[in-house]
Protein backbone atom coordinates (compact mmCIF):
# COMPACT_ATOMS: atom_id res chain seq x y z
CA UNK A 1 0.00 0.00 0.00
CA UNK A 2 1.38 3.34 -1.35
CA UNK A 3 1.49 6.78 0.91
CA UNK A 4 -1.61 8.31 -0.60
CA UNK A 5 -3.43 4.97 -0.28
CA UNK A 6 -2.87 4.26 2.95
CA UNK A 7 -3.82 8.56 3.35
CA UNK A 8 -7.27 8.18 1.63
CA UNK A 9 -8.25 4.63 3.90
CA UNK A 10 -7.72 6.68 7.59
CA UNK A 11 -9.40 9.75 6.16
CA UNK A 12 -12.40 7.25 4.56
CA UNK A 13 -11.98 5.46 8.21
CA UNK A 14 -11.68 8.73 10.34
CA UNK A 15 -15.01 10.35 8.44
CA UNK A 16 -16.95 6.92 9.20
CA UNK A 17 -15.80 7.03 12.59
CA UNK A 18 -17.68 10.77 12.97
CA UNK A 19 -20.75 9.76 11.07
CA UNK A 20 -20.96 6.55 13.44
CA UNK A 21 -20.37 8.41 16.48
CA UNK A 22 -22.95 11.20 15.72
CA UNK A 23 -25.33 8.28 14.48
CA UNK A 24 -24.93 6.22 17.96
CA UNK A 25 -25.65 9.65 19.68
CA UNK A 26 -28.68 10.06 18.00
CA UNK A 27 -29.96 6.84 18.88
CA UNK A 28 -29.82 7.03 22.43
CA UNK A 29 -25.62 5.65 22.73
CA UNK A 30 -24.87 8.22 24.97
CA UNK A 31 -27.23 7.79 27.57
CA UNK A 32 -31.38 6.73 28.43
CA UNK A 33 -34.33 6.92 26.73
CA UNK A 34 -34.92 10.81 26.16
CA UNK A 35 -38.90 10.52 25.47
CA UNK A 36 -41.42 12.30 27.71
CA UNK A 37 -44.41 10.54 27.66
CA UNK A 38 -47.37 10.05 29.76
CA UNK A 39 -46.43 6.39 31.33
CA UNK A 40 -49.78 6.35 32.65
CA UNK A 41 -51.25 5.37 29.18
CA UNK A 42 -51.05 1.43 28.47
CA UNK A 43 -50.91 2.04 24.26
CA UNK A 44 -48.52 5.25 24.72
CA UNK A 45 -46.21 2.58 27.19
CA UNK A 46 -45.99 -0.16 25.11
CA UNK A 47 -45.24 2.58 21.85
CA UNK A 48 -42.40 4.16 23.76
CA UNK A 49 -40.99 0.50 25.04
CA UNK A 50 -41.15 -1.01 21.93
CA UNK A 51 -39.36 2.53 20.32
CA UNK A 52 -36.45 2.40 22.88
CA UNK A 53 -36.09 -1.03 22.31
CA UNK A 54 -35.03 -0.45 18.69
CA UNK A 55 -33.04 2.64 19.47
CA UNK A 56 -31.24 0.09 21.66
CA UNK A 57 -30.31 -1.79 19.32
CA UNK A 58 -29.45 0.68 16.90
CA UNK A 59 -27.31 2.02 19.12
CA UNK A 60 -25.64 -1.17 20.01
CA UNK A 61 -25.27 -1.93 16.43
CA UNK A 62 -23.41 1.31 15.64
CA UNK A 63 -21.16 0.80 18.56
CA UNK A 64 -20.01 -2.24 16.97
CA UNK A 65 -19.60 -0.32 13.69
CA UNK A 66 -17.53 2.11 15.70
CA UNK A 67 -15.38 -1.03 17.31
CA UNK A 68 -14.69 -2.29 13.69
CA UNK A 69 -13.41 1.08 12.71
CA UNK A 70 -11.07 1.24 15.43
CA UNK A 71 -9.12 -1.89 14.85
CA UNK A 72 -8.98 -0.86 11.20
CA UNK A 73 -7.48 2.12 12.42
CA UNK A 74 -4.88 0.07 15.08
CA UNK A 75 -4.32 -1.90 12.31
CA UNK A 76 -3.36 0.80 9.87
CA UNK A 77 -0.91 2.53 13.11
CA UNK A 78 0.71 -1.48 13.67
CA UNK A 79 0.93 -2.34 9.82
CA UNK A 80 -1.26 -5.44 10.05
CA UNK A 81 -3.80 -3.41 8.27
CA UNK A 82 -3.69 -5.55 4.75
CA UNK A 83 -3.40 -9.07 6.58
CA UNK A 84 -6.37 -11.47 7.68
CA UNK A 85 -7.26 -11.51 11.06
CA UNK A 86 -8.15 -15.30 10.61
CA UNK A 87 -5.28 -16.95 7.49
CA UNK A 88 -2.89 -13.85 7.61
CA UNK A 89 -3.27 -13.95 3.40
CA UNK A 90 -2.88 -10.04 2.13
CA UNK A 91 -6.19 -8.68 1.79
CA UNK A 92 -6.37 -7.53 -1.76
CA UNK A 93 -6.42 -3.35 -2.34
CA UNK A 94 -9.83 -3.59 -3.98
CA UNK A 95 -11.57 -5.11 -1.40
CA UNK A 96 -9.73 -2.25 1.32
CA UNK A 97 -10.77 0.29 -0.71
CA UNK A 98 -14.91 -1.11 -0.79
CA UNK A 99 -14.35 -1.63 2.73
CA UNK A 100 -12.05 -0.04 4.40
CA UNK A 101 -12.85 -1.70 8.11
CA UNK A 102 -12.56 -5.17 6.70
CA UNK A 103 -10.25 -6.91 8.53
CA UNK A 104 -10.49 -11.10 6.70
CA UNK A 105 -10.21 -11.45 3.41
CA UNK A 106 -13.17 -12.49 1.32
CA UNK A 107 -12.66 -16.16 1.61
CA UNK A 108 -12.46 -15.86 5.49
CA UNK A 109 -15.65 -13.43 5.30
CA UNK A 110 -17.66 -15.85 3.46
CA UNK A 111 -16.37 -18.94 5.37
CA UNK A 112 -17.67 -16.07 8.41
CA UNK A 113 -21.14 -15.58 7.06
CA UNK A 114 -21.19 -18.91 6.12
CA UNK A 115 -20.92 -20.65 9.85
CA UNK A 116 -24.10 -21.22 11.44
CA UNK A 117 -24.50 -18.67 15.01
Avoid: F
Avoid at 66 to 84: F, G, P, W
Amino acid sequence: MNATQLAEIRGRLLEERERIITEWKNHGGDGGPTGDWDLRDPEERAVQITSDTVERQIAEDDLNLLRKVDLALRRLAENTYESCERCGATIPMERLMAKPSASLCLACQEAKDAAPD
